[in-house]
């Protein structure tokens, strides 16, 4: 199982950025799909979630009305795209997959390299 992740960089507050996890290695439609983040000295925090079909996505309070979280299993790919960034975004994300039971908060087996996102007050 390999996920990629990418679309990360430097934004200004208030500002967007998408990120893309590239899943292969795992026939992705049977895998529920997720991000994470951490930033320096802090621990792993959970972000937002997508069930395998794609029609439940589970996010944490604090990017709840900011981020939205999707799919396409066609692509093998799930988006992060954050709206309204905060400083306190800053942080390297993680892309996940579970082929596991759906759970809230989800857990997660397999996770891929981070890309950093960086957001400049």
């Known amino acids: 199982v390999q996920l990629q992740a990418s679309g990360g960089g430097l934004v200004q507050a208030g500002g967007s950025l998408r990120l893309s996890c590239a899943a292969s290695?795992?026939?992705?439609?049977?895998?529920?799909m997720g991000w994470y983040r951490q930033a320096p000295g802090k621990e792993r925090e959970f972000v937002a979630a997508i069930r395998r079909s794609g029609g439940t996505t589970y996010g944490a309070d604090s990017v709840k009305g900011r981020f939205i979280i999707s799919r396409d299993n066609a692509k093998s790919t799930v988006w992060l795209q954050m709206n309204s960034l905060k400083p306190e975004d800053t942080a390297t994300y993680y892309c996940a997959a579970d082929p596991g039971a759906w759970t809230t908060p989800p857990v997660f087996r397999y996770w891929g390299q981070g890309t950093q996102v960086t957001v400049s007050s």
């Open positions: 290695g795992l026939a992705v439609s049977t895998y529920h």
